[in-house]
């Protein structure tokens, strides 16, 4: 446990230690916050279905760019070399990395709240889609991340680690949708419906938060997790 | 300490370490020597747990690499090739880092810091950042980090690599300082830096070990034959008739004559007689003025280069 934090504290600081994180933030926020208000005055309704809609969208670029350097750096500094070969356990590199990864991402969602403070000044919005979204959105973002650290150990390039993770979390996200459903044969439907990673969290954006939803993205992640635990013990062979 | 038996590690259907077994007592320097690409850095990341073997095994203090690496790795420090750093931190943050990881009592963490940052010669760029440091200051950096936690075994790859003279003086000296009462295996392509610092060395070319001994065990073994550069006055004629018919040359050669009466001729023994003796009486028998006799033995990067080029 000790180790985990270590790690995570070494990481966490290491997105402040560099401009990338204040930048990052910034340009989430006023993309989110623009895409948001864009639209709010014209719609004229208190609610914020629209930003949920886009929200997966974004987290298809945002998040590969927060996962890239994770361990791609480390490997083309060498620094990986002294990391595994301190007292520490494969498991627990990965998860302090994660979690670092994970708080930061929700440091960044959670400076969106804002968005909902101001809706709720300006009038009655129902709650529970604007906090089911918001659930729906770390717990999606968890899924996004773990494929991002994942692809992140398969090269010492981070700009390879970029594309791959948006490429794979692409994927992941388009099978759920329903144009690409319409097109499938009958049997298929329903299993790329499931494994899509939209589809679950519009369904936790409505409101209603299904166990089901949950254990999909926290199978995500730990499937996720376990591959890159392969990647890791790969490298000695 | 170490004992290492019929160690293989292939890459694809490179082999980089082919069937190599030697043993380490405790409290010994060691100087891995070899061509750059004869498997140093594999055999050192085999040691250091980061690589697994294919055959053979490895036991670092009691401990099998495969099985149990947690616990090799608390006894080890290890220096990587190119002292590789996380260049976005603090040199002291770096420092705090590691000594978590090492399980060091947060109480301890300042004190050990303090300790090493001397030793290191660090004090200076403690509050710096790790990216404004020079190749000297990472190494000594990276040197402190792998000896921290006071580990048993410290295992340093090229620790003198990309320094300034002063430095590489700086470093040596460090390494011997910590060896007298750690167990040190260092890697180096240069000759010179082993037999300074090393009490035994290992020569490996393409994944095999093609030597070992103390550094004047291998230049005394690997070629008994002797150099001797001698000066005299004289006539050539004369000498040169001597020199053939005296035993225990194998050849002779004149180097330089100036048109004068110096004449600079080397000389190769053929083994166990001790030529330069000889070689003096017979000038003062003759009368030739010597104005220089020197002998050469085999220097290590003879050997080196005899065995890492000449078994091709």
């Known amino acids: 446990m000790q180790n985990i934090i270590a790690i995570f504290k070494r990481e966490f600081k290491g997105y402040f230690n560099s401009t990338i994180a204040y930048i990052f933030i910034t340009f989430f926020l006023a993309l989110t916050g623009w895409l948001f208000f864009r639209s709010f005055f014209i719609v004229n309704q208190a609610e914020m279905r629209g930003f949920f809609a886009i929200l997966p969208w974004i987290f298809l670029f945002f998040v590969p760019a927060i996962t890239m350097r994770l361990w791609a750096e480390e490997k083309k500094l060498g620094t990986l070399e002294i990391l595994m070969t301190l007292p520490v356990k494969d498991h627990e590199v990965i998860l302090g990395k994660f979690l670092a990864s994970y708080t930061f991402l929700a440091v960044t969602i959670l400076l969106s709240l804002p968005l909902p403070i101001t809706i709720l000044y300006l009038g009655g919005p129902d709650k529970g889609p604007i906090i089911g979204g918001y659930i729906g959105a770390l717990l999606m973002g968890g899924a996004f991340l773990a494929i991002g650290l994942f692809v992140s150990s398969l090269t010492e390039n981070q700009i390879i680690a970029f594309i791959i993770a948006v490429a794979i979390s692409f994927g992941l996200l388009i099978i759920g949708e329903q144009f690409v459903l319409f097109s499938l044969p009958d049997w298929l439907v329903p299993i790329c419906s499931y494994l899509g990673l939209g589809s679950h969290f519009s369904g936790i954006g409505r409101g209603v938060i299904d166990s089901r939803d949950i254990i999909y993205y926290l199978s995500v992640i730990l499937f996720f997790i376990f591959l890159n635990t392969r990647t890791l013990e790969g490298r000695r062979w | ?312």
């Open chain 2, 1 to 312: 300490m170490i004992r290492v038996s019929n160690l293989t590690k292939r890459y694809g259907n490179n082999v980089a370490v082919d069937g190599i077994s030697f043993g380490i007592r405790k409290g010994e320097i060691v100087g891995f020597l070899g061509p750059n690409g004869a498997g140093k850095t594999t055999t050192m990341r085999i040691l250091t747990s980061f690589l697994a073997p294919d055959e053979g095994t490895v036991v670092v203090a009691g401990f099998d690499v495969f099985k149990e690496p947690l616990e090799i790795r608390k006894r080890i420090g290890y220096l990587p090739e190119n002292a590789p750093l996380y260049l976005d931190m603090g040199v002291l943050d770096y420092l705090n880092f590691i000594a978590e990881i090492r399980d060091i009592p947060a109480g301890e963490r300042w004190m050990r810091i303090k300790k090493i940052a001397d030793l290191c010669g660090l004090n200076n760029v403690l509050k710096r950042d790790i990216y404004e440091l020079s190749k000297g200051y990472r190494q000594r950096l990276c040197l402190a980090q792998a000896l921290i936690h006071n580990p048993d075994i410290l295992i340093l790859d090229e620790p003198t690599a990309g320094l300034d003279p002063n430095q590489i003086i700086e470093i040596r000296e460090l390494i011997k300082e910590i060896g007298r009462e750690k167990t040190v295996i260092l890697s180096s392509h240069i000759l010179s830096e082993v037999s300074a610092t090393c009490g035994r060395v290992l020569i490996i070319n393409e994944g095999k070990i093609v030597a070992s001994g103390t550094p004047e065990e291998l230049s005394n073994t690997a070629t008994r034959k002797e150099k001797i550069y001698i000066n005299l006055k004289g006539q050539k004629e004369s000498i040169e008739t001597k020199l053939q018919s005296m035993s225990g040359i194998a050849s002779f050669r004149i180097i330089e004559e100036n048109g004068g009466e110096l004449l600079k001729y080397v000389i190769e023994s053929d083994g166990d007689t001790n030529l330069s003796e000889a070689l003096f009486h017979m000038a003062v028998d003759n009368k030739w003025v010597l104005t220089e006799l020197r002998k050469e033995r085999a220097s290590l990067e003879d050997i080196f280069l005899q065995l890492t080029i000449g078994e091709r």
